[in-house]
């Protein structure tokens, strides 16, 4: 056995595995949205593996049935994988998130990886109806020129997402999750991937050298490397995921009618009348002591009856006050952190995540809509 075709049936065991690891992922009852984000991840690489093997294969090249249904079928779905990476990360940390409805935009530049498929469609499309066509090379050379250059906004995009994916791991609030050194590890298993590809991509991308780079070493370079980055993605995270579902699905009995009533105005009156949402050190003890009931009522009655965790509660109150405080500002004279801090925030991550949790929207985006003008940018 020659070591291309060693590679070659590596690549294929690559894709089995990440198929096998994304059905696990996908029907697992433990942690459910997170590991779904991770299977769909995972399958678009392991995709991206089935096609080197097809196209490197013989038996599927020389049948034109076959090489046509690889043209028309992508396989090549790299654009998401950033998005996914980026929702995965969020999603395993803050057990709450959900994908908005302005974040599935997110996923809108999909359509560069279906440029071949389009194109192929085009073609015989035009072929059916009898219109004037270039000659099949043409096709095929804009084929293959657009597989070349659709590498550089896909390589670009992952990276960008890695980058949100980090500073979102620096907030203070996700650093404390026990999931947090697994992600920090998940992202430099990428990183170690995306430099890898910039090394292959960027005499790749030259065209005196594109042929030389694939006649030499062909895709086995960053290919070799997916393949590890499969295994190591699907078999760590799942085994991840476990930990967690332990203490998020233990079984709470609802709270009692009449604790009910006794409780939410208290909690109510401790938020809206004495505004301690205001104190940037409130903790769940401190609203005890305020309004007299156990730690253990009102974690009940906001987790079992409003659907709220602690967190969520207060920041609640602090987004509608700073909402409140930009309302009445006169003079662009305080900056966006001066007024979150100003509604008990004590922290910008904290301050941006909750926002966007109850918005939808960016604090700047929530001004320039509602006051009209840009906010001061300094330590937005």
Not at 3 to 12: Q, R, S, V
Not at 62 to 83: E, H, K, R
Not at 108 to 133: E, M
Not at 222 to 237: R, T
């Amino acid at each position: 056995m020659t070591f291309a075709e060693f590679f070659h049936i590596l690549i294929l065991l690559g894709f089995f595995q990440g198929s096998i690891m994304s059905i696990l992922l996908f029907f697992s009852k433990k942690r459910s949205r997170p590991n779904r984000f991770l299977g769909a991840l995972i399958l678009f690489i392991a995709l991206a593996c089935l096609n080197l093997y097809l196209f490197e294969s013989s038996w599927f090249t020389n049948n034109p049935i076959l090489n046509l249904l690889g043209n028309l079928i992508p396989l090549v779905i790299i654009m998401p994988v950033g998005p996914l990476l980026y929702f995965y990360v969020q999603s395993t940390i803050d057990p709450t998130f959900r994908i908005a409805r302005k974040q599935r935009l997110h996923f809108l530049p999909v359509i560069i990886d279906f440029g071949p498929q389009l194109t192929t469609v085009i073609y015989f499309t035009a072929l059916l109806l009898d219109f004037s066509t270039p000659a099949p090379t043409s096709w095929g050379r804009f084929i293959d020129d657009y597989n070349v250059y659709a590498d550089i906004p896909r390589w670009l995009s992952i990276t960008a997402y890695l980058w949100l994916s980090a500073r979102y791991l620096a907030g203070p609030g996700p650093e404390k999750s026990p999931h947090c050194r697994w992600m920090r590890q998940f992202i430099r298993l990428f990183l170690v991937f995306q430099t890898i590809w910039l090394v292959y991509l960027v005499p790749y991308v030259i065209p005196s050298l594109t042929d030389r780079v694939l006649n030499a070493v062909d895709w086995y370079p960053v290919y070799i490397p997916l393949v590890v980055l499969i295994y190591c993605l699907g078999i760590k995270g799942y085994l991840m995921a476990p930990e967690e579902v332990q203490v998020a699905r233990k079984s709470v009995t609802p709270p009692p009618v009449k604790l009910i009533e006794e409780a939410v105005p208290l909690l109510k009156k401790a938020m809206e009348q004495d505004q301690l949402y205001l104190d940037p050190e409130l903790n769940l003890a401190l609203l005890s002591r305020h309004t007299g009931l156990p730690q253990k009522t009102i974690s009940l009655v906001l987790n079992q009856h409003l659907q709220k965790s602690f967190n969520e509660f207060v920041n609640g109150y602090r987004v509608e006050a700073f909402k409140q405080n930009i309302q009445q500002l006169q003079e662009d004279n305080m900056t966006i952190l001066a007024m979150a801090f100003d509604a008990g925030f004590n922290s910008q991550a904290t301050f941006q995540r909750a926002f966007r949790s109850n918005t939808d929207m960016s604090p700047r985006e929530y001004m320039i809509r509602h006051l009209g003008k840009q906010p001061k940018p300094e330590n937005e």
